[in-house]
């Protein structure tokens, strides 16, 4: 046999051979090439919308130090404020006057005019504050407010919204509150915002933005006073009769002045 014959003789062999084993693993492999590619699936992230709608208590990650006092106010519909989501009782107007309702897991104060105050919590000298809510109507003498160092009906600080400003606002003895800071803020009507404020030694800081929207990274405004050094905390709001407030988490904790 010729050295050509040989290789064509071998080139044959092959060919047949590869058939008979192509033919054997041919569903295989047919399966084999229709699997379909693993891709990575995206997480999922939760983007809270700013708005009308009643934004979500603020998370344990959000706050540091000890917690003071908690109400998301996930209960049945009922006149007044009742007990709070830690299980204390509201304290002040909250549970005495009818204004305040809880309605639809929304802590509500309607059918009033004046000041209320709603207090939660135990005395301490450095805490901060945490509240979300919203106004039906800025009319120029409404305010939602929280307040620190809350000693009585005479004497506290007090932060809140009015629809143009964000005030820090404070009360001695029952004389008339003074302004201690104001800077502007719009806030609109009937949307959520989220009130933080917060009282180490003699400073007092506080920021507002709207609820679900990112948190400032730094605060809109600080006060400095030595008046008030410990008291509960708590909202304290003005309210015009045809006007709703609603509130629907509330938060206190410890503070430092590392944060």
């Known amino acids: 046999m010729t050295r050509r014959s040989l290789i064509l003789a071998i080139v044959v062999v092959v060919v047949i051979a590869g058939g008979m084993i192509s033919g054997v ?16 699936r995206p997480m999922q992230q939760n983007t809270p919308t700013a ?4 934004a979500k208590a603020p998370t344990r990650a959000a706050i540091s130090g000890q917690m003071l006092a908690n109400d998301t106010f996930q209960r049945q519909n009922q006149a007044l404020w009742g007990t709070a989501s830690d299980g204390y009782a509201w304290l002040g107007d909250a549970n005495t006057t009818q204004a305040f309702s809880i309605v ?3 802590g509500q104060i309607a059918n009033a005019q004046g000041n209320f105050d709603a207090v939660l919590g135990p005395v301490k000298n450095n805490v901060e504050v945490i509240a979300n809510g919203s106004v039906s109507t800025f009319n120029g003498k409404t305010n939602l407010g929280v307040v620190v160092r809350w000693v009585d009906l005479n004497n506290w600080y007090k932060a809140h919204l009015d629809g143009t ?5 404070k009360r ?10 104001s800077v502007p803020f ?23 933005w709207p609820s679900g929207t990112p948190e400032p990274a730094q605060w809109l405004t600080t006060a400095t006073d030595t008046t008030l050094t410990s008291g509960k905390m708590g909202i304290r709001v003005v309210i015009q009769n045809g006007t709703t407030i609603k509130v629907n988490a509330f938060i206190s904790t410890t503070a430092s002045s590392t944060m």
């Open 186 to 208: 719009a806030a609109q009507a009937g949307v959520f915002y989220t009130l933080r404020f917060r009282a180490v030694g003699a400073i007092l800081f506080a920021k507002a």
């Open 172 to 181: 001695v003895n029952g004389a008339a509150p003074t302004q201690l800071v």
């Open 25 to 40: 693993f041919a569903d295989s492999i047919q399966r084999a090439l229709a699997l379909p590619a693993t891709t990575a």
């Open 165 to 169: 400003r964000l005030q820090v606002l």
């Open 51 to 54: 708005g009308q709608g009643t």
């Open 104 to 106: 639809g897991n929304v």
